[in-house]
């Protein structure tokens, strides 16, 4: 069983920055890509930004510029660096895991039950 748990989360003024943490255990594929994902109440999950084993990265056009996603040394954990945020990026953010080895291109356009998903942490951004 894959069990995937985020942080860092909160509440931030427009412009300001965050870091979200996520660190799998159990039973991972360390070849597995990792990224993040997000959803707002009644709107589709979409795709921030994913990584591969090769450290090869994707982002969601929106967050293009603002966010860096990097991967922990021991390949189980995955963070994403926040800046220049604003209002738009409010939603719950959610780490998820490839079930078997893809690009992070793939990874972003995943169908979404082919992902392990953490239980997500919340992004409030305020004007």
């Known amino acids: 069983r894959l069990e995937l748990v985020e942080s860092g989360g909160g509440s931030v003024q427009a412009g300001g920055s965050l870091r979200l943490s996520c660190v799998a255990s159990?039973?991972?594929?360390?070849?597995?890509?990792m990224g993040w994902f997000r959803q707002v109440v009644g709107k589709e999950r979409e795709g921030v930004a994913t990584i591969d084993i090769d450290g090869n990265t994707a982002y969601g056009d929106s967050m293009k510029g603002r966010f860096t996603i990097s991967r922990g040394n021991a390949k189980h954990s995955v963070y994403l660096q926040m800046s220049s945020l604003n209002p738009e990026d409010t939603a719950k953010y959610y780490c998820a895991a490839s079930r078997w080895a893809v690009t992070a291109i793939q990874a972003l356009g995943m169908p979404f039950q082919y992902l392990d998903w953490g239980q997500g942490t919340q992004v409030t951004v305020s004007s």
């Open positions: 159990g039973d991972i594929d360390i070849h597995s890509a």
